[in-house]
């Protein structure tokens, strides 16, 4: 099927499950735009038609709690898409609860189709309340199980951070190696002062699809650190949207894709200056290996208004075969003339030079490899500023990356 024969069959398929206004709305909007095909500039180098199943159903199957490596002492779990009360501990302080989605938030942002496609079908949100003045003591991980095979699971979770609070979430996106399709949606909304990490771990199944939305509204001198880690699914599609709305907010937006096999990974981040003094920064770093593709576009939008703005952004990517590809687009839009901005991009091998003075200390070259692999990812996953997440994202990228990549390098001597 062609994607708009695709879309057409969605179309018919959503009617079923769009029942409450908030649903219909948001049905509305995915009728207008119909799914994401090459020919739109945000999706040019991901086409969808040899991944997507040819009629959208949202999953029934029930899931079973697996033993799955957490960041901190408290959880929130999702099995399948649906919130499992039973497993989940949080703070006592922080409230967790079901709710239906509200009409107004069902689409932080008209262009994301696929939050609109989230918002046609979803029946209940997670809303997550972290109260003013108040510091979490510990991570909070929302860990999204998955064992399922051709339907979507439709996770939708809302976080409001109130005033003068510090809060780090990491989010874990794992599965079986069914072909279970995951549409996710995080919706954050950061009040004066406020201080939040949130860190996305993304280990799907190797075959698995796998898209999802983090979005997020930072107020007056609140902090907002955005770091997407990708290691998993056959196709995924990361967007990150962040709106500086108060005077005095800042935002970081990173993170690190490691890829291999014909894995396929597109990276889109919006990064919008509403408001003056606001700053951005943005690191985001691929290594990829086989016949594996990446694909990076980081849009940084400053506003009219928005004046004295600081922005930084630098997509780095390593290539260790030929057959590996990325394509990568940072882009700037300034309206503002008392601005600071810069951008770029880099695509490249290890360095021979680099490499020439390790082995000259004696190191053998599949060390050294090795080493450089290395260095490249642990500056990417510096920017959380967090050793104990640090650690924990160390710890994945070796057992779902580096440790076959370093396999190969040694067969290959």
């Known amino acids: 099927m062609n994607i708009q024969e695709l879309t057409d069959q969605y179309l018919n398929d959503l009617a079923v499950y769009a029942k409450s206004e908030s649903n219909k709305e948001a049905l509305t909007n995915f009728k207008a735009r119909g799914l994401p095909h090459t020919k739109m500039e945000d999706w040019i180098y991901t086409k969808l ?34 919130y499992s009360k039973a497993d989940s501990f949080f703070p006592e302080e922080v409230t967790v609860e079901q709710k239906a989605l509200v009409a107004n938030e069902a689409n932080c942002d008209q262009t994301d189709i696929f939050a609109m496609l989230n918002a046609s079908a979803v029946e209940n949100i997670i809303e997550i309340n972290v109260p003013k003045n108040i510091s979490v003591d ?17 996770p939708r979770i809302h976080v409001n951070v109130e005033q003068f609070s510090k809060v780090s979430f990491v989010e874990i996106f794992t599965g079986s190696d069914k072909a279970y399709n995951i549409n996710a949606v995080s919706n954050f909304k950061i009040a004066d002062g406020a201080n939040v990490s949130h860190v996305k771990v993304q280990t799907d199944g190797a075959n698995a699809f796998h898209v999802s939305s983090v979005n997020a509204d930072i107020a007056k001198d609140a902090h907002f650190k955005s770091f997407t880690f990708t290691t998993g699914a056959k196709k995924s599609r990361n967007e990150m949207r962040v709106r500086l709305n108060g005077i005095g907010a800042t935002a970081s937006v990173d993170g690190l894709y490691a890829l291999r096999g014909d894995q396929h990974t597109d990276n889109f981040s919006l990064i919008s200056h509403i408001k003056e003094r606001t700053d951005s920064s943005q690191l985001f770093k691929g290594v990829l290996d086989n016949k594996a593709r990446g694909v990076f576009t980081g849009k940084v939008l400053v506003c009219r208004d928005a004046q004295l703005v600081n922005s930084e952004q630098l997509n780095k990517n390593l290539l260790l075969s030929k057959g590996a590809h990325v394509d990568t687009r940072p882009q700037l839009e300034v309206y503002a003339d008392d601005v600071k901005c810069a951008h770029g991009a880099t695509v490249g091998q290890m360095s021979d030079e680099e490499a020439f003075y390790l082995q000259s200390r004696g190191l053998s070259k599949e060390r050294v490899q090795k080493l450089l692999i290395h260095a490249f990812c642990s500056d990417a996953i510096t920017k959380i500023e967090d050793e104990k997440i640090e650690k924990f994202l160390s710890d994945i990228l070796f057992e779902s990356f580096e440790k076959n990549a370093f396999d190969e390098m040694e067969k290959e001597s």
């Open 138 to 154: 510990d991570i909070i991980s929302i860990v999204h199980i998955s064992d399922f095979d051709g339907e979507f699971a439709l």
């Open 49 to 82: 038609t040899d991944v997507l199943p040819e009629k959208f159903a949202v999953t029934a199957e029930k899931a079973m709690l697996k033993n799955v490596k957490v960041a901190g002492k408290y959880q929130v779990v999702l099995l399948n898409g649906q």
